[in-house]
């Protein structure tokens, strides 16, 4: 219920409202088991009351897409941003490629990721002499690091 102040000639009145939403979100196709990578097909667009969805429900496919889910996911059920995460591209303690770019120069090293980390996201990287550089992955598991 919204309470609504009107005022018409000098007399306020409060009206209460009730505000229903209608519109579309994200619902699981098919049953998604925990730990999957979401694709196109397990997703299915539901119209309905969006005033009554669980708070962060997904409202767009492409959102959804390529991401893990953290707990199983049942049919027609709405997804929210608290059963998904990112899919790894890189993992704590996995050895990844090093890229340090400069002004006019390039250096291609190796180095162990210290956490997990999506692509575009930054993670720290321990290099051969124990120095821990922070850098960006890209879609291939590269850490870039521009200096």
């Known amino acids: 219920m919204i309470d609504v102040l009107l005022t018409c000639d000098n007399i306020t009145r409060h009206l209460n409202i ?8 994200i619902t699981a196709n098919r049953f998604i088991p925990k730990g999957s990578c979401i694709i196109f ?6 119209t309905g009351r969006i005033d009554m969805l669980p708070y ?5 496919k492409k959102d959804v897409i390529n991401k893990v889910n953290l707990r199983d996911i049942f049919p027609l059920k709405p997804i929210t941003s608290f059963m998904l995460r990112p899919m790894w591209m890189v ?7 090093v890229i340090i770019k400069g002004v006019n120069f390039k250096i291609i090293s190796h180095g162990t990721a210290l956490k997990n980390a999506s692509k575009n996201q930054l993670v720290p ?15 291939n598991g590269d850490v870039i690091i521009h200096m």
Do not use: A, P, W
């Not at 962060?56 to 767009?60: A, E, L, S």
């Not at 993992?91 to 490629?97: C, D, E």
């Not at 321990?126 to 890209?138: E, H, M, Q, T, W």
């Open 18 to 25: 009730e505000l229903q939403v209608k519109g579309k979100y």
């Open 91 to 97: 993992t704590i303690h996995q050895r990844v490629n």
């Open 125 to 139: 990287v321990k290099i051969y002499n124990n120095c821990i550089l922070s850098g960006i992955v890209n879609s």
């Open 41 to 46: 097909s397990d997703l299915k667009t539901m």
């Open 56 to 60: 962060q429900t997904y409202f767009d």
